[in-house]
């Protein structure tokens, strides 16, 4: 179990950080082609962070449970893309007066998870040997 926890928030250091550069990017690029390429890049990140995530939730759930939690946690996932299109996404760019400046929020954000990622990896509870 404490593996896979440590293993995951590596994986989360490094998946957020990488989304963020590539969110920053897109926002910073005025280049049409240079554009879609960190939008490429980002989706890579995007869809190595959601096997991360999926194994990292479902992995304290007893075997039996596996299945039921996977499928929960990939509707919820679901819903936020929902959500996040629909509402939040929108009233970013209501503030922020651009979606290029909205997906700089975004970097921002995943900065942001890249470093609590990065604090948990000093804060987990540690294997014990003996």
Known sequence: ??????????MFVLEFALMALGFELMASIKDH???TFAAGL??????????????WAVSNL?????GRGAGIWTA????G???CDNA????ITVHRGSILSTIGVLGWACAAAALV???????APRPSHG
Do not use: N
């Open 62 to 66: 007893p075997f039996e449970l596996r």
């Open 88 to 91: 939040a996404i929108p009233m």
């Open 76 to 79: 919820t996932f679901a819903l």
């Open 117 to 123: 990622a990065l604090a948990m990896k000093f804060v």
């Open 1 to 10: 179990m404490f593996q896979v926890l440590l293993a995951a928030i590596e």
């Open 81 to 83: 893309q929902f959500v």
């Open 33 to 35: 082609w240079a554009f």
């Open 42 to 55: 980002d989706q890579i990140k995007s869809g190595m962070l959601l096997p991360t995530l999926l194994t």
